[in-house]
């Protein structure tokens, strides 16, 4: 018992904390810093226990980033946009509308640089709509197109002596196949496959708009896996350069006409909402 009240007044601390913070004042000069990692939905729940407790990031509001962005376009205290993904876990229709916030973003005349370690296939797709992208000379570039896979559980039923009963009409009824197939029927091969393709060359279609790549190079480069080590992706034009964080900041200090000395300020998109 003493140990649960103990618990109790820990959390209704954090709480209490958490609802004290004032709000964050915005200074003028400052950079849009979006550094997200985690999982993207499309609207959050505000919960101040969810780093705390949750044993990991909070998820990344889709709604509330977009409106960030939107917003920093027209504030004058924001001069451009540090753009920093890390393995975001998101689907390619989430991807396409922060890509396009961020593309809109750039009419302003405000600057957009991306920096990487490690840049997933879905982080690169970001990262192309900015001015420029910096790849950690250590890190590495997915650049090897899409999959889709699936799990089936028809051995495990077996072992179990489970046996699903199933009604299904119509060759591209594939939801149960996990249940009673150990493997991809040709029909949901066929679905899969015209799925990703499709995802896949309008990915090709948007990288090639930004990048100035011809969308056959960038197939080409996708297919042969040509992309292996970050000068690698430096020399097909995929990245601007190979260089470590500081200096990209170097960078950014410049867009801001600081020395190299001076401190940026930098705001997330979380205290800048």
């Given at each position: 018992f003493i140990f649960s009240f103990i618990g109790l007044i820990f959390v209704f601390g954090i709480i209490a904390a958490a609802g004290s913070d004032?709000?964050?004042e915005v200074k003028s000069n400052s950079i849009l810093h979006l550094n997200l990692s985690g999982v993207v939905v499309e609207k959050a729940i505000d919960d101040p226990l969810q780093e705390v407790l949750g044993g990991g990031p909070a998820p990344i509001s889709l709604l509330d980033l977009i409106e960030a962005i939107e917003a920093a376009k027209y504030d004058d205290r924001?001069?451009?946009?540090?753009?920093?993904?890390?393995?975001?876990?998101?689907?390619?229709?989430?991807?396409?509308?922060l890509r396009d916030a961020i593309l809109d973003f750039k009419t302003s005349g405000k600057f957009v640089h991306a920096y990487g370690e490690y840049i997933s296939e879905g982080d690169y797709y970001l990262v192309s709509a900015a001015d420029s992208i910096y790849l950690n000379p250590e890190g590495s570039l997915e650049f090897n197109g899409l999959t889709a896979g699936v799990t089936f559980f028809k051995g495990l039923f077996d072992k179990l002596d489970i046996e699903p009963?199933?009604?299904?009409?119509?060759?591209?009824?594939?939801f149960i196949e996990p249940f009673v197939r150990k493997d991809m029927s040709e029909?949901?091969?066929?679905q899969l496959?015209?799925?990703?393709?499709?995802?896949?060359?309008?990915?090709l279609a948007k990288v090639s708009e930004v990048r100035n790549i011809p969308v056959n190079e960038l197939k080409g480069i996708s297919d042969k896996m040509q992309v292996r080590f970050p000068e690698d992706a430096a020399r097909l034009g995929l990245i601007s350069k190979v260089a470590y964080e500081d200096q990209m900041r170097d960078l950014l200090k410049g867009e801001m006409g600081l020395d190299?000395?001076?401190?940026?300020?930098?705001?997330?998109?979380?205290?800048?909402?």
């Open positions: 004032s709000v964050p924001i001069k451009g946009i540090y753009l920093e993904p890390k393995f975001l876990q998101a689907g390619y229709s989430s991807l396409q509308e009963q199933i009604f299904r009409v119509g060759e591209f009824k594939s029909q949901n091969r066929l496959t015209e799925l990703i393709t499709s995802v896949h060359d309008t990915y190299k000395d001076a401190d940026l300020t930098l705001m997330s998109y979380t205290k800048y909402l």
